[in-house]
């Protein structure tokens, strides 16, 4: 995940980080590529340099379009250079910040918020903007420059309709929900946080229904700003495809006889990767860093930090990128999977080309973020050949832990199904399903259908109706995740379109590099990242997700890809026929 700045409508954007211009439709049971999608008045999404001959622009002959270009990028460079304040802001706040200086930091950030806001729509902007988007103008800038006018046009228009009043009002009491948040998750009290939580949902609302102008079910438009062009139909679609097939999938591991073996009479049997006191935190820094490495993370150009939950912040562009993970001394698996994630991020971020100013120097959409976060804890992370690496690793660092273990037996062990109450620690199989019962939470608490009041109780109830699951405490249920405090609403889906948009991509990636797996077993991850470096990064947000799928893969998007992976998967480990 990583942290958006709050006050912004616009995509940025931890894990723990995270859809597309054309859109897909339902046939059957199987999405298929549809007609273009028309960007709606809010819509911030990627930028095709094929859609501007399409779209008109009104208005007189401007003098000196060069002039006028240049001067949009100067005022660009200042928006960017303030988001970013505002990013280190949120990096400070979750890694170094006293408590004590919980109200001074809210006053900074609302602050910063109004200054941003001031500045991406003030008049001046506005008049560079209506003398660029000119016919006569728009055709003499180069493709890059038709980009940025279209994107920090979309932009603009978005945030006229947020009156300065809504933005401090978000702000702050995002600031506020957020510590709220910390302070619940402390001592395990939801009273301390339910209050904030209510007042934010109820801007957030409102922020929704300017946006549209009240033509839109809120839900959809706070959705449309993490995951650009996707629709409410077009997911429900995919998870009514999904749902049935990871439920079932689910309830033949656990009929099988690994799954039996792995859980004696009922009881989880002990794990290596969980003991208590074996894994000194300094230990797991130096396991962490060594895997960063390895992944291509430039530590010249990011650092890493510890918080309650991992996310990343892309402080100044590609050229400081900092990440964050988490754990206990009594468990390895969070803490090495929160790198894995979170340096997927940072990779994204490390890899966006330096001449690309915002709105353009960003991922084509939160989802395909948390794709390329998800791609590297999964599909290198938990891989057969990556735990031959890593095994290797074990013995030096944990001799005394795991100087006899086989890397297959941890392999088998990473990967067990285990349905967890915990997002951050369920298995591949059951994850998809911790999102679909957030979407489905979150959506109804934005369009009104339920309390925040209601919220623990019906978090409990889905729990137990998706996951069998009882949640022991609120850290275990509605608090466990920090998107809501933070007034991400519409952010979960982007995991699912993240884990989507890996499994089509590693599929491609492993026609198109030659022996990868065998490279990932030696811990030579630099073909991979070279290739999503050129695959995916440089194009930053000049391309839809749909396209870059399409492009890299030679196929339309389908969640077929990923099913097919989890069932070739899951069934070598459980003996599954």
């Known amino acids: 995940m990583h942290v958006v700045p709050i006050q912004t409508i616009q995509q940025t954007y931890c894990s723990e980080s995270r859809a597309h211009r054309p859109g897909f439709t339902s046939k059957g049971n199987e999405p298929v590529e549809s007609e273009r999608f028309v960007p709606g008045p809010f819509r911030l999404g990627s930028f095709n340099s094929q859609d501007f001959a399409r779209i008109l622009f009104a208005g007189g002959k401007a003098a000196h379009p060069q002039r006028t270009i240049q001067a949009l990028k100067t005022r660009a460079a200042e928006i960017q250079a303030l988001e970013q304040v505002y990013q280190l802001l949120i990096w400070d706040t979750e890694t170094a910040m006293p408590k004590a200086a919980a109200n001074a930091r809210a006053h900074q ?21 209506m003398r660029l988007q000119q016919p006569e103008v728009l055709t003499t800038l180069a493709p890059l420059d038709q980009a940025l006018v279209m994107g920090m046009s979309q932009r603009f228009q978005a945030l006229k309709r947020i009156p300065l009043t809504l933005v401090k009002s978000l702000a702050a009491a995002t600031a506020e929900t957020h510590f709220a948040w910390v302070q619940a998750r402390e001592i395990n009290d939801p009273s301390l946080f339910l209050p904030s939580l209510e007042r934010l949902v109820t801007l ?19 959705l449309s700003i993490y995951e650009p062009g996707l629709t409410i139909s077009q997911l429900e679609s995919i998870y009514s495809t999904l749902k049935p097939k990871l439920q079932q999938l689910l309830l033949r591991i656990q009929a099988s006889e690994a799954f039996k073996k792995q859980n004696p009479d009922g009881v989880p049997a002990p794990r290596l990767l969980v003991q208590k006191g074996a894994f000194p935190w300094p230990k797991q820094w130096a396991l962490g860093a060594t895997v960063l490495q390895a992944m291509g993370f430039d530590p010249r150009r990011g650092s890493l930090g510890r918080s309650i939950h991992p996310f990343y912040a892309s402080v100044s562009g590609p050229d400081d990128v900092r990440i964050t993970t988490r754990g206990d001394e009594n468990s390895l698996a969070e803490s090495l999977y929160s790198i894995f994630h979170e340096g997927g991020h940072g990779l994204y971020d490390q890899g966006i080309p330096r001449t690309l100013l915002s709105p353009l120097g960003k991922a084509t959409s939160l989802g395909m973020h948390e794709g390329q976060a998800l791609l590297w804890e999964n599909w290198v992370g938990k891989a057969q050949g990556t735990w031959e690496f890593l095994t290797d690793m074990l013995k030096k660092i944990f001799p005394g832990v795991f ?44 369009n009104g259908k ?30 466990q995740d920090i998107h809501w405090s933070a007034g991400m609403f519409g952010y979960f889906p982007t ?5 989507l948009y890996a499994a089509q991509l590693f599929e ?6 030659p022996d990868l797996e065998i490279e990932l077993s030696i811990g030579n991850f630099q073909p991979l990242k070279q290739w999503l470096n050129q695959q995916v990064h440089q194009t930053a947000a000049l391309e839809s997700p749909l396209n870059m799928i399409q492009r890299i893969s030679g196929e339309s998007f ?5 099913m097919r992976y989890l069932e070739h998967k899951y069934a070598g480990l459980y003996g599954l026929h």
């Open 558 to 562: 389908s969640p077929e890809h990923y």
């Open 109 to 129: 950030l609302v602050s910063q918020a109004v200054v941003l806001h001031q500045k991406q729509t003030h008049a001046g902007l506005g008049e560079l903007l």
């Open 403 to 446: 100087a006899p273990t086989a890397a297959e037996t941890l392999y088998k062990e990473i990967n067990q199904v285990r349905p967890s109450a915990l997002r951050t620690e369920a298995d591949e199989v059951t994850y998809n399903l911790h999102l679909m019962m957030r979407y489905e939470l979150e959506r109804d608490m934005i």
């Open 495 to 499: 995991y699912t379109m993240g884990t």
């Open 508 to 513: 491609a990636a492993k026609k198109q590099i």
């Open 450 to 479: 339920l309390a925040v009041k209601d919220l623990p109780a019906a978090w409990n109830a889905k729990s137990k109706a998706y996951l069998g699951i009882d949640p022991k405490n609120p850290n275990e249920g509605f608090l």
């Open 204 to 222: 957030e609302r409102e922020k929704a229904l300017r946006l549209s102008s009240g033509q839109l079910e809120p839900y959809q438009t706070l």
